[in-house]
């Protein structure tokens, strides 16, 4: 019983601050995958079926996700009194290592999605073909 009334309590000062508690992505087994790095600040999000699920990083600090059609992940971040969030879509291929960047500014905030290549400078070049999108909720 008292463990009951801590967990309202949780859910209502989580959602006091503006923080969304969401159903956990499990990627179905069969379905061709490939993996984003979580390694950013924030909480990732991937859409599916019309609503933002929470994406769960491995020990490594990646999450599977369907690969070969287009999908939309993105990222919300709360912090100093203000939330920002930015989501992008792009097709992933199966096999491959994306990483998810939320950068934050005073003004706004920007998703971006690299391909993990280690012939690039960087290690990372931008996914071709990745649009803004306004989230699951458009």
């Known amino acids: 019983m008292m463990l009951a009334r801590y967990l309202v309590a949780v859910a209502a ?16 087994a069969g379905l061709a995958a490939a993996k984003v790095n979580l390694a950013g600040s924030g909480q990732e999000w991937i859409c599916t079926h019309g609503r933002e699920h929470a994406l769960q990083n491995d020990a490594a ?12 992940v993105g990222g919300r971040y709360y912090g100093r009194g203000r939330t920002c969030m930015a989501a992008t879509s792009f097709i992933p291929t ?43 909720r458009f």
């Open 13 to 28: 000062l989580g959602g006091a601050a503006g923080c969304d508690i969401l159903p956990a992505y499990r990627h179905p």
């Open 61 to 72: 600090g990646y999450a599977d996700i369907p690969a070969g059609a287009r999908l939309t």
């Open 94 to 136: 199966a096999g491959q290592h994306y990483r998810f960047d939320l950068q934050r500014t005073a003004e706004h905030c920007v998703a971006t999605v690299y391909i993990e290549d280690p012939h690039a400078i960087t290690g990372l070049r931008q996914v071709e073909g990745a649009l803004p999108s306004p989230g699951c």
